[in-house]
């Protein structure tokens, strides 16, 4: 998706960035694993994955999102609808198509984790 020269970057962040298993409905898990991938786009600001970087913390905090409305965490949903604002328009306006297109279609989906939720 991101060509050989993003393979091993891939890989490091794979084994770096610790994934959970079942967020449980929660925004906790979400909310760290875009936190990990922010760590690292920040030590890493021309890595090869950025455009996927982008994709993936936008996933995350629109997962955030819809748990912390879920949990009627009060003030977080706001928050996070704008941090996934930033990072969806990030991977949207990408240069790789497949990014953006998928940044496009994630945007319009009604829900990405928890249905009822609706869109940031």
Same mark, same amino acid.
């Given at each position: 998706?991101?060509?050989?020269?993003?393979?091993?970057?891939?890989?490091?962040?794979?084994?770096?960035?610790?994934?959970?298993?079942?967020?449980?409905?929660?925004?906790? %898990?979400?909310?760290?694993?875009?936190?990990?991938?922010? =760590?690292?786009?920040?030590?890493?600001?021309?890595?090869?994955?950025?455009?996927?970087?982008?994709?993936?913390?936008?996933? &995350?905090? &629109?997962?955030?999102?819809?748990?912390?409305? =879920?949990?009627?965490?009060?003030?977080?949903?706001?928050?996070?609808? &704008? =941090?996934?604002?930033?990072?969806?328009?990030?991977?949207?306006?990408?240069?790789?198509?497949?990014?953006?297109?998928?940044?496009?279609?994630?945007?319009?989906?009604?829900?990405?984790?928890?249905? %009822?939720? %609706? &869109?940031?």
């Amino acid at each position: 998706m991101l060509g050989a020269s993003a393979r091993s970057e891939a890989k490091l962040f794979a084994k770096a960035v610790p994934l959970c298993i079942e967020w449980e409905g929660m925004s906790e %898990g979400p909310l760290e694993e875009a936190g990990l991938a922010e =760590q690292w786009l920040d030590k890493r600001s021309n890595t090869p994955i950025k455009s996927f970087l982008h994709l993936f913390i936008a996933h &995350r905090l &629109r997962s955030a999102y819809e748990a912390a409305k =879920q949990e009627h965490t009060k003030g977080l949903h706001p928050i996070l609808a &704008r =941090q996934y604002k930033e990072y969806s328009e990030k991977a949207i306006n990408s240069s790789n198509k497949l990014i953006s297109c998928i940044a496009k279609e994630m945007d319009s989906l009604p829900y990405v984790y928890l249905e %009822g939720m %609706g &869109r940031p």
